[in-house]
C-alpha cells in the first residue's frame, strides 16, 4: 500500500502518511491491513470521494481538505451510530503538486487522527493528469441490530437535530460574499464540518442520517425510507446567533442549503429522554424540530404564521 | 452512498449499480454499508485507484476497466491468503461520459463479482472536470494470525511462484507492436489479470505478495522485508509457450516487466508438499525458481549458463 505509480518524489508520501498509520496499517509496508474487528460487533462501512475543482477549490488550506474529507466520513458513521476504527485512503495528485502539500494534507489529518481516534490503516497514491482526487473509505463498529438506518421511522415519531441548523449554507454565502459574518462562525462551519461523533444514538434513534444537502432534502430521504410523511415547524429550529440575525430573507437557505453536518433523528416519543441524556452525556445540543405522521412521503415546512412554506427547492413534495 | 453530486442523468448510476450490491449494502439506499464480520476471523483490507491516462486509456473497453479495477485489488487479498468478501467502490467521470460507459463498466464488475463471489457493499459517485478516477476498497478475511505477509522469509526458504511469469510486460510488448502474438495469449494476459483467489497460502507460505511491478523489483521488496538475499534461477522460471517462443533477448523483459499478477511466496522446505497439495486443490500451478538465504537485502539472477544476469532495470543490487 502506498505503493506508489510515481518517482522518487513520492518517497515523500510515505514519509507524510507513515505516521498516520496504525498498527493494523502494518507501517504501510504491506500489501494490506490487517485488522481484528471487534469481537461481537458489527461493522459500519462508508466512502466518500472528493475532486479539487467540485468539493473543493484548488488552493484551499490542504490541512483543511483533509480535515475534511474524513470528516465528512466521520459524520456518516456518527449518523449510524457506529463508534470509528480507521480508514483507507487513495490521493490522485499531479505530477507537480508541491511536497509542502502533501505535508499540510497530512497535518490536518494528524490533527483529526488525534481528535476522533482513528488512525489510517491503509492507502494507494498515484499521478493524475488531472485535478486532485482523493477517497475515503472508513470502518466503524456498531452492537448487532443496532445500526441507524435511513428507514424505521414511525409515525408519531420526534424529528430531532443536532446543533444549530444552516450555518453551512449561510457559510457560503459568506464565502460567495452575499453575506456578512463578523464573528467569522459562519464561515468556520462552512470550512469545517463538526461531525456528532459520540452521540450515542444507538437503540435511540430509530432512523437517522447526517444533513449534508439541507434539512428538507435530508429529510425528504428518510421519509422516502421509511414511508412516512414528515412536518417540520420552523420556529422550532435551532439557529446560531449569527443565523438569527441573518433574517426572515435567509430561511430558505437556512433550510434547504447544504453542509450542515448536523444529524436527523427520528426519536419515538418514548426515548426522547434517553436522547436527551445521550445529548447531555456529550455535550451536544438536541432539539425537536417536528415529527412524522403517517402519509404519502414528502415534507412539509410550517413557517412562522403556521402556514406551509413554498420553498423553491428541496421543498414540499410528494416526490 | 452512490449519492451524487451530478443531476438526473446520475440516477442511471444507481441503475447500473444497484444490481451489484449485496446484502450489506442495503440497496444502496442508506449511508453505510452494514457488514458481520465473519466470527473468529480477522480482517484485511486494501485499496488501490485507478485514473484514465495512467492506468488505463480513456477508450479501453469499460467493463475491462471494472474487472481489471476489482481483480488487482482480489489479487492483494489473494497474495495475503485471504478469502474475498465485497468491496466499496468511488468513481468520478466526467459530466459527458455516456451512459453507456457506464453500463458496460457494471456489467464488467458483475461478470467479476459472479465469478470471484464478492458483492458491492457501497460507493460514491462524483462528476470530475478531469480523466476518470477510479478506487476500490476491498476486504476479506483469515483465520487470525495466518495473513501472509511481506516479512517472514527465512534462510533456506524457496521462492516460488504461481502461473507463468513475463506474459503481461510481454503483452505489453504486444500492445506496443514490438512483438507478435499470434495466438492473443500475451496481450490477454496484459489487459486482464487472473488473479490467485482459491490457493490456500495461509499457513503454508512464510512471506509472500503479487508481481504487480515485475518479478525482480516485487522480490527485493520480500527481501526488504524480511532481510535476506535472494538466488532466482532463470532456467527455472515458468514461461508461457509464447514467451518461450519470444527467445532470449526477451528475459530482461520476463524478469522486470509488470502486470503478471501472480503470486511470489516464500516456502519453507518442509510446508513445500503442503503448498503443491494447495495447487492441486485450486487447479493452479505452482513453481519453485529459488531460494532464500542470509545477507544484504538483494536479488541475484542466475542465467542460463549460470553466471548471475546484469539487468538494467530492478536488478541485482543492495538496495
Redesign the interface.
Known sequence: ?F?S?LPAEFALIARHFGPLAGPAA?GL?????????PPGR??????????A???FLPDDPPDLIGRKLLRVNLS??A??G?TPIGY?????APRDTPDGWFARFAAGLAQDQQEYAVTL???????????I?L?L?I??H?A?GT?V???GAQPGDGIWVTGTIGDGALGLAVALGKLADPTGHLLQRYRLPQPRVGLAIAGVASAG??IS?GLVQDLGHLCR?SNLAAEVDTTALPLSPPAQKAGADWLPTILTGGDDYELLLSVPPDREAALRQAARDAGMPVTRVGSFRAGPPGVMVRGPNGKPLSLARGGWSHF
Open positions: 500500500m505503493d505509480s502494518l509496508g504491506d500489501d494490506a491491513a490487517l485488522l481484528v474487528p458489527e461493522l459500519v462501512l462508508t466512502v466518500d470521494a472528493m475532486i475543482g467540485v468539493h456518516d458513521l449518523a449510524k457506529a483507507l485512503m487513495t490521493v490522485a490503516l491503509g492507502g494507494d497514491t498515484t499521478s493524475t493528469p488531472g485535478p482526487a477517497s473509505t470502518l466503524g456498531v448487532p445500526m438506518r435511513r428507514a442520517m447526517d444537502d425510507a
